[in-house]
């Protein structure tokens, strides 16, 4: 019989695992020969949707700590992902400019 | 959106990140949580429809489970062709709805956007399903 904190400790383990996964995959070809904007695409796999597994499966294991958590994962997944789009833009010989105002 | 909605919120979302921060939900916190999100400089906001902002934002929310999916396909299958496409945007000049854009662009892992055109859409690079 599966009690839930048992069930809760599954999970969370089961979302580190990922996370985990998700990192290491997402890291690895930065290694390789691909282009510096390919690298950039599984690099936000493990930066953003890795990060996040790994936060979620925290959050889960430490429920009294949901509002420091809970602010890790907004700006990982918020600053991740504009950082992956700063680089990518940086990575332009000439950026496409329709600035804002 | 009127201006002064835009103001509330960005004094709500500044109290809420100081609350979570902090967590502590005080008196004396609240106030000074608020006396900072009052103090810190305002952004140079435009007038923007509401209801663009909060299909952004719902889009975004949307977009998660759609990133974890193109995730598992970039790991079950080799991405390897690379591609430049337009995607269209709203052409709003607000800050607020060009960052929702890049970001919902940019979550998704097989998409990050390279910049706006100045008819409001976004150069993407796109990773695709085969060789290069």
Redesign the interface.
């Known amino acids: 019989m599966i009690t839930l904190p048992t069930l809760v400790t599954l999970i969370s383990d089961l979302l580190l695992l990922f996370g985990l996964v998700f990192w290491l995959w997402g890291t690895w070809p930065l290694l390789g020969r691909a282009s510096y904007l390919a690298k950039l695409h599984s690099l936000s796999i493990s930066d953003t949707l890795g990060s996040a597994l790994i936060v979620v499966g925290l959050l889960l294991k430490l429920p009294r700590e949901w509002p420091l958590l809970s602010l890790a994962l907004l700006s990982l997944v918020v600053w991740n992902t504009l950082f992956g789009y700063v680089l990518a833009v940086c990575s332009l010989s000439r950026p496409a400019t329709g600035r804002p105002e | 959106m009127k201006l002064w909605v835009f103001w509330l919120l960005t004094i709500g979302f500044r109290l809420g990140?100081w609350?979570?921060?902090t967590?502590d939900t005080s008196q004396f916190n609240l106030f000074v949580g608020l006396l900072l999100a009052v103090a810190l400089p305002r952004s140079?906001a435009?007038a923007v429809a509401p209801g663009l902002v909060l299909g952004l934002v719902w889009k975004v929310i949307m977009a998660l489970p759609e990133?974890?999916g193109e995730?598992i396909q970039?790991?079950s299958r080799h991405?390897?062709r690379?591609r430049l496409a337009i995607v269209p945007g709203s052409g709003s000049?607000?800050?607020l709805?060009?960052f929702l854009e890049?970001?919902l662009i940019?979550?998704t892992?097989?998409t990050?956007?390279?910049?706006?055109?100045?008819?409001?859409s976004y150069?993407v690079?796109r990773?695709e399903r085969g060789n290069p």
């Open positions: 990140i609350l979570l921060l967590s140079r435009i990133a974890y995730a970039m790991l991405h390897g690379e000049r607000s800050s709805v060009v890049v970001f940019t979550l892992p097989l990050i956007a390279l910049g706006r055109l100045p008819d409001g150069q690079h990773l």
